[in-house]
């Protein structure tokens, strides 16, 4: 069982940056498909970003690329999300997300992923 517990959201004037970071209780298995989502009321969770744990390689949304950077601490078991270029539809409640993986095929889908945070609050003002 992998606990996640996001920190370091918070209020932000548009143009500002973040940064968001994932600590997990253990890692039980060797791999891991690790990720970030976001969520504002009345709409999908929507993926942003992941990174497979055993070749780091990252992948984006669209409307995120650019802006936002993935990154992962396996030493201290910590995922990061770094969020620059703020804009105020960044605003929304951002969750980290974790899946055991065999073959790495880490996909920015909310059904790929079986343990969650509980979420961190992201708003930015204009």
């Known amino acids: 069982q992998v606990q996640l517990a996001e920190s370091g959201g918070g209020s932000v004037q548009a143009g500002g940056s973040l940064r968001l970071s994932c600590t997990a209780s253990?890692?039980?298995?060797?791999?891991?498909?690790l990720a970030w989502f976001r969520q504002t009321p009345g709409k999908e969770r929507e993926g942003l970003a992941t990174?497979?744990?055993?070749?780091?390689?990252?992948a984006y949304a669209d409307s995120v690329k650019g802006r936002f950077t993935i990154s992962h601490s396996v030493a201290e078991k910590v995922l990061y999300l770094d969020l620059d270029s703020l804009n105020p539809e960044d605003t929304a409640m951002y969750f980290c997300a974790a899946a055991s993986t065999l073959s790495g095929s880490c996909a920015l889908t909310h059904s790929t992923y079986n343990y969650w945070g509980q979420g961190t609050q992201v708003t930015v003002s204009s």
């Open positions: 990174i497979d744990t055993g070749t780091t390689l990252r």
């Open positions: 253990t890692y039980a298995y060797h791999r891991y498909c």
